[in-house]
């Protein structure tokens, strides 16, 4: 979370950068192409990536971890905010990657 937090403030620090580039007269392409907008985007998207594969393989863990303490798929699901049908899913894949 901590490198996503920080590419989410560069990423706002360059659109800032050219928004200003844009209010001073540049055109649309030159303020993109002053921060180098291809670049900012896709470390953004990255940072992003890995941010939703850390989060979903934490979500395995705690499903997982709650099975082996003996709650239920559901009461795992409500617990952790979302469906039973979700947490049933989270747990076959959580079983598939223990094999």
Known sequence: MRSTREQ??????????????IESGA?????LDAITADAVRIDLNRVLDE???SRHLARLSMIAAGLD???????VGRRMGFSRQ??????????????
């Open 51 to 53: 941010l939703e594969r």
């Open 27 to 31: 055109s649309i392409g030159d303020a």
């Open 69 to 75: 303490e003996g709650l239920s798929i559901g009461e």
């Open 8 to 21: 989410i403030r560069a990423t706002e620090s360059a659109y800032r950068r050219a928004v200003k580039c």
């Open 86 to 99: 979700l947490a049933a899913r989270y747990a076959k894949e959580a079983r598939g990657a223990a094999s």
